[in-house]
């Protein structure tokens, strides 16, 4: 059974930093892929970074100067280093996973390519 637990949301002014994570279990391939999606109330989910067991990752504008997104892979664990937060920002971020898997270098980061979900962390960024 595979299972995505996320941890790491939270509370913070405009401007600070949050770390989510995201331990993956029950994997049965290598080749998988990652990705943070995140959703505004009342909006559409939208994917935010994403990253394959080979490295390749893609981030998307509005975030790349800012996020940072990093696997563990022999450890199935995901990270979101978030820097410099806006208010805009705010949203319950998901924890998503796929495999077997291998993202192209101009893949769109799309909720197709994934199966697996986690339950959702809150980050709110307050001014």
């Known amino acids: 059974q595979v299972q995505l637990v996320e941890s790491g949301g939270g509370s913070v002014p405009t401007g600070g930093s949050l770390k989510l994570s995201c331990v993956g279990l029950?994997?049965?391939?290598?080749?998988?892929?990652m990705a943070w999606f995140r959703q505004e109330t009342g909006k559409e989910r939208e994917g935010v970074a994403q990253?394959?067991?080979?490295?390749?990752?893609a981030l998307i504008i509005s975030v790349k100067d800012r996020f940072r997104i990093s696997l563990v892979d022999d450890k199935n664990t995901l990270h979101l280093q978030m820097d410099g937060l806006k208010r805009e920002d705010t949203a319950v971020y998901y924890c998503?996973?796929?495999?077997?898997?291998?993202?192209?270098?101009?893949?769109?980061?799309?909720?197709?390519?994934?199966?697996?979900w986690g339950q959702g962390t809150l980050v709110n960024v307050s001014s």
């Open positions: 998503a996973a796929a495999f077997p898997c291998r993202l192209g270098r101009d893949d769109w980061i799309t909720a197709r390519t994934y199966k697996y």
């Open positions: 029950g994997f049965t391939s290598k080749r998988y892929c």
């Open positions: 990253i394959d067991s080979s490295g390749t990752s």
